[in-house]
């Protein structure tokens, strides 16, 4: 079994494996949206999953535009995603 670690999404503490994509992990805690477009206020979710469409954007320890879905989680990482 690997490691847990502790990651904050939106300032909530979630438990995770170390090293699981984010964009997994945010997608198992039920709620597929991960963000919204700036312009049309559209929910965007993981569609790829591997990288390709930037749909799954979020802001990792104060960096915009990451992609969740290729990024390992790591124990006291900060996540901001774009649910609202
Ligand atoms: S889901 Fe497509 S880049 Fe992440």
């Known amino acids: 079994m690997n ?3 502790t990651l904050l999404v939106d300032g909530r503490r979630v438990e995770a494996e170390a090293g699981r994509p ?3 992990v945010l997608h198992g805690e039920g709620n597929p ?3 919204h477009t700036a312009r ?3 929910p965007r979710g993981l569609f ?3 990288g390709v469409c930037f749909d799954c954007l979020v802001t ?3 960096r ?3 992609r969740a879905c290729v990024t390992p989680v790591s124990d006291g990482m900060r996540v901001e995603t774009g649910r609202s």
């Open 40 to 42: 049309r206020h559209e």
């Open 33 to 35: 949206i991960i963000r």
């Open 3 to 5: 490691e847990r670690i």
């Open 64 to 66: 915009p535009g990451v």
């Open 60 to 62: 990792i320890d104060g």
């Open 22 to 24: 984010l964009g997994a």
């Open 48 to 50: 790829c999953g591997m």
